[in-house]
């Protein structure tokens, strides 16, 4: 991959956010060191007239709602003219982060650390650690090693004798302990979206997962927090402490299975439940009926909650204390009762400081973040505002 800079003073981008049952686009542009809103776009692939499952076995289907995207976005505006590149971020079910973490020794401890040194040093422990993930996710899924493919690394935290530094060089030590973060998908994946992709403008500039600009995107504002990213069919948790990404984890869960209790429980289609969902979240509803359907989401969100405690749980075996700041986003967010749940539900047995505050995450919260739009205040395009904060590589 190359490394792009921004060079020009306006430049022109587009970001596509493409989830389990939803795409969003955003066309921005970068001036002055600044992101500018130019236009955004959401809709469900139901209302492609078809249905999609998270996966790309269809690239016929996500080529349409690609080239659908940027159409609504305006393709004879005059700005879309000097549009070269694309930011695109996949599903939970294609995309995948691990954080690995590895020790090494060194046997000249007392010596400091060079420049060659600390870059040998840093080639290897990637190496190692991604052989390392590789080996142990073909072992969970069956899936051999040479079918994934690495999208990117990078170094999150770094120690030598148990004292955490910034950068290598300079320093000396015989124990040194890095968390590096990785991302990558199957490789039959990745041909699939080339394919996609292979004939159109613009071209693809970057394939992220926007949890990793977390710390790009707000900056000093939280230092330690809880992130909830619901989405259709899966929830994402990333767990910050003191500026640094220390877990990205991930379970089944999300807003589609409410949709599918209103549609068992009534005997409507599909997109008549969603349709209903996505009403009864905006409570455009009578009383007597919002109460009917929060009597079939009990037992739905008792589930979810569950499973956000599990892998809490999972996370805490790891040695992190919780911050107590929660924040939500994504399209399942919306949903009255998850807010609920998390603000009066059972937490005891987790590792938090004091009882979670719950805020949403959404865009207008992100820095450097211009233009005027009214998705500003909806946690739903959270998500897609942070793919634009990607550091640039052709793809």
Not at 104 to 131: D, G, H, P, W
Not at 290 to 315: A, C, D, H, M, Y
């Amino acid at each position: 991959m190359k490394v792009l800079k921004w060079g020009k003073q306006e430049e022109y981008f587009f970001a596509l956010d493409i989830g389990t049952n939803a795409f969003k686009g955003l066309l921005w542009k970068k001036e002055g060191g600044k992101i500018i809103a130019l236009k955004t776009f959401l809709r469900y692939f139901k209302e492609l007239g078809e249905l999609f499952e998270g996966q790309f076995s269809e690239e016929d289907f996500v080529r349409k709602a690609v080239l659908k995207t940027i159409e609504e976005l305006g393709e004879k505006d005059n700005f879309l003219k000097k549009l070269q590149y694309i930011f695109l971020s996949l599903p939970g079910t294609v995309i995948k982060n691990e954080i690995f973490f590895i020790t090494f020794e060194r046997e000249a401890s007392a010596e400091k650390i060079t420049i060659q040194e600390a870059e040998a040093l840093v080639k290897n422990i990637k190496v190692s650690a991604q052989k390392e993930i590789a080996q142990a996710f073909s072992k969970k899924t069956g899936i051999l090693e040479k079918d994934l493919h690495f999208l990117d690394s990078e170094i999150l935290e770094i120690k030598i004798d148990g004292y955490e530094i910034s950068q290598l060089v300079g320093f000396s030590g015989r124990r040194m302990d890095f968390a590096v973060l990785f991302t990558f998908l199957l490789r039959y994946d990745l041909e699939k979206i080339r394919n996609i992709f292979r004939n159109l403008n613009p071209r693809i500039l970057k394939i992220s997962s926007p949890y990793q600009n977390f710390v790009s995107v707000l900056g000093d504002k939280i230092l330690s927090a809880l992130f909830l990213d619901i989405g259709g069919k899966i929830s994402h948790v990333v767990v910050i402490q003191k500026g640094r990404i220390q877990r990205i984890s991930q379970f089944l869960g999300g807003g589609d299975e409410f949709s599918q209790t209103l549609s068992q429980n009534l005997g409507i289609s599909a997109s008549e439940a969603e349709d209903l969902k996505i009403r009864y979240s905006k409570k455009l509803l009578s009383e007597n009926v919002r109460k009917r359907i929060g009597e079939f989401f009990s037992p739905v969100i008792q589930n979810w909650f569950s499973s956000l405690k599990s892998t809490l749980q999972e996370i805490q075996g790891t040695a992190i204390i919780l911050p107590p700041n929660i924040f939500i986003f994504g399209g399942g967010s919306l949903l009255p009762e998850v807010e609920e749940i998390l603000r009066e539900g059972d937490w005891n047995g987790l590792p938090f400081l004091k009882k979670p505050e719950v805020k949403f995450l959404l865009p207008r919260d992100f820095k450097n973040l211009g233009g005027e739009s009214k998705v500003f205040t909806n946690p739903q395009y959270t998500p897609l505002f942070l793919i634009p904060y990607a550091k640039p590589k052709i793809f």
